[in-house]
C-alpha cells in the first residue's frame, strides 16, 4: 500500500512542469516558488495545532504544519487532502515534542546529561525517531540546549544543565541520532534545537522570565551548544520566550539574521515557540498582533507557531510594504527546503500498520534501561551499603516507588504508564519485598503511615525509600523557590532511620534538589533524574550490583535555595572564599566589623555546594596519577596531547568518566575557575589500570576577548583531569 502511494506521488511530481525528484533541491524549491500565489506562501509560514479538526484548514490551503497530531491514519488522511487536494500539493511538516523518547520513554534530557554517554543519548534520539517517524513525525522539537544554572527553574529538566561543552556534546549527539545520515530517510526526524536565546537565564528562575546576558557572555556561554548543534546539521530552530536585555529573541534580528544566519550561514528552517510572536505585546515589544508579525518576519522567523498572526496580517503587511516579498521568499524557501530535504514530496505517507509494532522493541527498552542506569548518581554511600549483597528481605516504601507515570518526567505527551516498570516490580523480582507507600505522592503531607514504615524496616535487612518529585512539578512553567523534598518525604526518611536498620534513598525528581538534611538520614543515596520507563529495572540493577553507578552531576546541587545561582564555571570576585570563613554559629556576641579579610561567602551555609557540577561514586575507587603534558609552550595552532593513568583502586568493576578542566589564568577579560573542556568513560576491572589520553587544540581555549573578537589569548593555563569539576591538581602549560 505504501509503495503504491509513493509510486502515485512521485507520477504526480513528474508531472510537474520543469523538475523532478531527480533535481537539486534548491531548484525544486526556486522552481515550486515560482508559481506560489501569496497567500499558498504565507499558507507555509502557519503552523498549528492538531488537537482540533484540521480537514477544513488542510483543504484550504492555509496550514503548512501541524504539531500534536500523532495518529498516523490521521496524519495520512491530512496528508492526502494537502497532496491530492490543493493547487501545488505541498505536503504538511508533522511535528511533535518528542523530548526523550516517543513511546520508549528514556531519562529526562538532564538525566541524559548526566550518564556523560553521547554515543547512548545518540542511540536513543534515534530510537525516538524510528518510533516517531513510523507514526508520520517528522519534526521534533528537541534538543533543548538552554544552558541552566538554576534549579529553580522547572525546565532544568529538558536540557543538559551548566556546562556549555557538556551540552553541546549532548546536543550535537541528538541531532545526530534524530536525524540520522540522511534526512530523506522515512525514519529520519528534524531536529529542532531550542530556545534560541538564553532561555535559561530567566530571572528568579521563574519561566519566561526576563534575562540580562552581555553579547559577551551570550557568545562564550549560551550560544556555543547551538552553535555545535547546528554543525551536527540540526534542520532547524526555534525562538524562545525571553527577551534578552529588552529584545524579545523572537524579534531579535541581531540572533536571527546576524549571528545565526551571516555569522553561522545556517539554511534551516526557523519556528517561533507557542505564540512567542503575539506574546511580543504583552512584552511590551509589539503594539498588536500585526506589528508583532511584522517584527517577527522582519527579524527572522520563517514560520509561526500558533500565534495566528502570520495567517491574519502578512498579506496586508506586504500590501502596506511593511514586509517586502522577498522576505516571504526566504522564509518559504526555508520551509520548502526542509520539506523536500525530508522527502515528504516523493514518499508524503506513513504506513499507518506499521506504527505500533515499531514501539516498545526490546532493543529499545534495553537502551531505556541502560540509559536509565547510566544517568544514576551515586551521592553517599556509607559503609558501603550499596550493593544490596546480603539483604534478602527489604522495605520498599515511598511515593516514587511505584509511581509509573511520575517516573517518566515531563514532556512525555506519548509515553504510556501502562509500559513502565516500577523499582517496586523490578526489585520483587529480585528480593522478599515488603511495601509499605507511606505517602500516596510526592505532595502528601500525611504522616499517618511513616511509623508503620519505620516497624516494617525494622523486621527487614535494610529499607530503601523512593522519594522525589512528581512529573508535573518540574518541566515548563513549573518553577519553584524551595527545592527542599516536598510533602513529608524528609520526614519518612527520617522516621525509617529511627528502624537502625541500613536506609537507602532513590531520589527520582526533574531538577537537582537540595537533600543535605535527608543525607544526614540515610546510609546511601542514588539520585536519578526521572528515569523513564525502564527507571525500575535500572534501579534494581543498581542497587544489586548488575550494574555500578556511573553517571555525574550534571549541574551543582545546592545546601540551600538561596545560594542560586551558583555553577562550577563561575568567575572569580576579587575575595575568592578560603573555605575556612567563620559562619554564623561561631560568630562571638557582639563581634566588631571589619572590611579585612572579608570573602564572598554565606553567613548561614558557608560558600561552597553540596556537590559540585561532574560529581559522583561509584561501588569502587579510581585514582589518577601520572598527568602530564606533551610539552609546556604551545602554539595557537597546536594541539594539546595529556597524558594521564587511571587506576581502579577498589575491589569491584566500575566505569569512571575522566574530565579534563583548563582554566585561563589571566585573559582581556576575567575568564572562569574552570573550564570543562574534554570528558570520556573508563570501565575498569578491580585492580586494573589504564594509560589514557585526550588531545586539546589549543583553538578550543578561544573565547570573546575585551575586544569582542573570538581568539586564543597567550599566557599562563592550568589544566586538571580529574574525576569532578573540584578535585584533582593543576598541571601548568603556557600558550604563546
Ligand atoms: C512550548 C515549549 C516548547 C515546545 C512548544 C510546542 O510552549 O516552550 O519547548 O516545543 O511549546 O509544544
Given at each position: ?25 534548491e ?7 515560482s508559481?506560489?500565489?501569496l ?42 487532502i494537502?497532496?491530492?487536494q ?18 520508549t ?5 538532564l538525566g541524559?546529561a548526566?550518564t ?6 545518540e ?27 538554576d ?26 541520532g ?28 521563574r519561566d ?17 551548544p ?9 534542520a ?33 528552517m ?10 511580543m505585546v504583552?512584552?511590551?515589544f509589539a503594539?498588536?498582533l500585526?506589528?508583532?508579525?511584522r ?48 522527502g515528504l ?46 539483604a534478602?528481605?527489604?522495605l520498599?516504601?515511598g ?6 507515570y511520575e ?19 523490578a526489585?520483587r ?9 507511606a ?18 524496616a ?21 518553577s ?22 541500613p536506609?537507602?534513598?532513590v ?19 542514588l539520585?536519578?533524574?526521572h528515569?523513564g ?9 543498581l ?24 555553577y ?17 554559629a ?7 566589623q ?8 554565606y ?18 575507587t ?20 595529556v597524558?594521564?593513568d587511571?587506576?581502579?583502586?577498589g ?8 574530565q ?15 573550564e570543562?573542556?574534554?570528558?570520556e ?6 585492580g ?26 597567550p599566557g ?18 603556557e600558550?604563546?
Amino acid at each position: 500500500m505504501k509503495n503504491l502511494l509513493s509510486a502515485i506521488c512521485a507520477a504526480a511530481t513528474l508531472l510537474l512542469p520543469g523538475c523532478t525528484p531527480k533535481d537539486p533541491v534548491e531548484a525544486r524549491v526556486d522552481e515550486l516558488l515560482s508559481r506560489m500565489t501569496l497567500s499558498e506562501k504565507i499558507a507555509q509560514m502557519n503552523q498549528l495545532s492538531g488537537r482540533t479538526d484540521m480537514r477544513e484548514a488542510v483543504a484550504g490551503g492555509t496550514v503548512g504544519s501541524i504539531l500534536n497530531c500523532v495518529d498516523p491514519a490521521e496524519i495520512n488522511e491530512l496528508q492526502r487532502i494537502a497532496v491530492e487536494q490543493t493547487r501545488l500539493g505541498i505536503p504538511i511538516l508533522f511535528g511533535r515534542d518528542v523530548i526523550h523518547g516517543f513511546r520508549t520513554i528514556f531519562p529526562i534530557p538532564l538525566g541524559l546529561a548526566a550518564t556523560f554517554d553521547p554515543a547512548l543519548v545518540e542511540q536513543g534520539a534515534r530510537i525516538a525517531a524510528v518510533e516517531a517517524t513510523a507514526s508520520g513525525i517528522r519534526w521534533t522539537f528537541s534538543p533543548m540546549l538552554d544552558i541552566a544554572r538554576d534549579p529553580r527553574w522547572g525546565r532544568v529538566a529538558e536540557g543538559s544543565g551548566e556546562d556549555p561543552y557538556l551540552d553541546a556534546q549532548m546536543g550535537a549527539a541528538m541531532v545526530r541520532g534524530y536525524q540520522g545520515g540522511d534526512l530523506s530517510s522515512p525514519d529520519a526526524m528534524a531536529a529542532c534545537v531550542k530556545h534560541f536565546a538564553g532561555y535559561g537565564a530567566a530571572e528568579g528562575g521563574r519561566d519566561y522570565n526576563s534575562t540580562m546576558i552581555s553579547e559577551r557572555s551570550l557568545r562564550n556561554t549560551y550560544l556555543p551548544p547551538f552553535k555545535a548543534a547546528i554543525d551536527a546539521g540540526a534542520a532547524t530552530l526555534m525562538t524562545s520566550f525571553n527577551e534578552i536585555d529588552g529584545i524579545p529573541s523572537t524579534g531579535n534580528s541581531f540572533l536571527l539574521r546576524d549571528i545565526l544566519r551571516d555569522e553561522w550561514g545556517f539554511d534551516g528552517m526557523v519556528v517561533t515557540d507557542w505564540n512567542s510572536s503575539g506574546e511580543m505585546v504583552a512584552h511590551g515589544f509589539a503594539a498588536d498582533l500585526k506589528d508583532a508579525t511584522r517584527i517577527s518576519v522582519n527579524a527572522g522567523v520563517d514560520m509561526d507557531m500558533m500565534s495566528h498572526g502570520f495567517s491574519a496580517y502578512i498579506e496586508e503587511l506586504v500590501r502596506e510594504g511593511k514586509i517586502s516579498v522577498k522576505s516571504i521568499d526566504k522564509a518559504v524557501g526555508n520551509i520548502l527546503r526542509l520539506k523536500f530535504r525530508l522527502g515528504l514530496f516523493d514518499n508524503p505517507y506513513v504506513d499507518a500498520s506499521a506504527a505500533a509494532q515499531a514501539c516498545y522493541t526490546p532493543e529499545h527498552l534495553q537502551a531505556a534501561k541502560l540509559a536509565a542506569a547510566e544517568s544514576a548518581i551515586l551521592l553517599q554511600n556509607h559503609g558501603e551499603v550499596l550493593p544490596l549483597e546480603n539483604a534478602r528481605r527489604i522495605l520498599v516504601t515511598g511515593p516514587m516507588a511505584d509511581a509509573p507515570y511520575e517516573q517518566l518526567g515531563t514532556w512525555i505527551f506519548d509515553g504510556e504508564e501502562e509500559h513502565t516498570v516500577t523499582p517496586l516490580a523490578a526489585l520483587r523480582k529480585r528480593f522478599e519485598v515488603v511495601y509499605v507507600p507511606a505517602l500516596a505522592y510526592s505532595r502528601d503531607n500525611s504522616t499517618a503511615h511513616l511509623a508503620e514504615a519505620r516497624a516494617a524496616a525494622a523486621g527487614c535487612d535494610a529499607a530503601v525509600v523512593f522519594v522525589g518529585e512528581e512529573s508535573i512539578l518540574s518541566g515548563e512553567a513549573h518553577s519553584l523557590s524551595s527545592l527542599d523534598l516536598q510533602g513529608s518525604q524528609s520526614q519518612l526518611i527520617a522516621e525509617v532511620r529511627r528502624s537502625g536498620k541500613p536506609v537507602v534513598v532513590v531520589v527520582m525528581a526533574g531538577r537537582p534538589l537540595t537533600i543535605e538534611r535527608d543525607l544526614a538520614n540515610c546510609d546511601a543515596m542514588l539520585y536519578m533524574f526521572h528515569p523513564g520507563t525502564m527507571g525500575g529495572e535500572a534501579v534494581a540493577d543498581l542497587l544489586t550490583g548488575c550494574i555500578a553507578p556511573s553517571g555525574k552531576t550534571p549541574m551543582t546541587f545546592l545546601r540551600e535555595a538561596g545560594q542560586v545561582p551558583y555553577y562550577y564555571n563561575h568567575n572569580n570576585s576579587g575575595r575568592p572564599c578560603k573555605g575556612n570563613e567563620t559562619l554564623l554559629a561561631d560568630i562571638p556576641l557582639k563581634a566588631g566589623q571589619t572590611s579585612l579579610g572579608n570573602t564572598g561567602f554565606y553567613l548561614d551555609s558557608g560558600y561552597g555546594p553540596l556537590f559540585p557540577f561532574g560529581y559522583g561514586l561509584s561501588y569502587t575507587t579510581f585514582v589518577y596519577s601520572n598527568i602530564r603534558l606533551s610539552k609546556q609552550r604551545y602554539g595557537t595552532d597546536e594541539t594539546i596531547v595529556v597524558e594521564y593513568d587511571l587506576q581502579n583502586t577498589g575491589h569491584r568493576s566500575g566505569t569512571e568518566v575522566a574530565q579534563l578542566y583548563i582554566r585561563d589564568m589571566v585573559g582581556s577579560t576575567v575568564r572562569p575557575v574552570k573550564e570543562l573542556k574534554r570528558f570520556e568513560r573508563v570501565s575498569l576491572d578491580a585492580g586494573q589500570s589504564r594509560h589514557l589520553r585526550f588531545e586539546l587544540p589549543v583553538s578550543e581555549l578561544a573565547f570573546w576577548g575585551m575586544d569582542m573578537q573570538y581568539r586564543v589569548e597567550p599566557g599562563a593555563f592550568r589544566l586538571w583531569v580529574a574525576g569532578d569539576s573540584a578535585s584533582g591538581e593543576p598541571v601548568e602549560f603556557e600558550v604563546l
